[in-house]
């Protein structure tokens, strides 16, 4: 299935020191939303940067038009806490097997 990766951008430079109340909330809803996913099997890594700029999510949809319907169902995003960016995503080695065959990155599932 096609892996695409979801970048979220919070509102403010200084969002994780200056969060409120609201958006706590939000943010467990957000939460739980993923968690969600990842029992589904849609969801196959959620992490953020460890300074706050970003959050990222790889997903697996059917296509593109799936994966904006994922993406966009996050709270998050669909509540305009946070900027959504979508890519569709090569996923090159998972940990799994070294994707080498004569020298050349090949995807692996």
Do not use: C
């Not at 996050?74 to 799994?96: K, T």
């Amino acid at each position: 299935m096609p892996t695409f990766a979801y970048r979220l951008l919070p509102p403010r430079a200084a969002f994780w020191a200056t969060i409120e109340p609201g958006e706590v909330a939000l943010m467990v809803r957000h939460l739980e939303h993923l968690r969600r996913l990842k029992e589904e099997g849609a969801v196959r890594f959620v992490g953020r940067a460890e300074n706050g700029d970003y959050g990222f999510v790889l997903i697996e949809a059917d296509d593109q038009a799936h994966a904006n319907r994922i993406a966009t169902s996050d709270p998050a995003v669909s509540e305009g806490l946070m900027r959504l960016e979508l890519h569709a995503f090569l996923v090159v080695y998972s940990g799994e097997q070294v994707p080498m065959e004569s020298g050349t990155a090949k995807p692996v599932s």
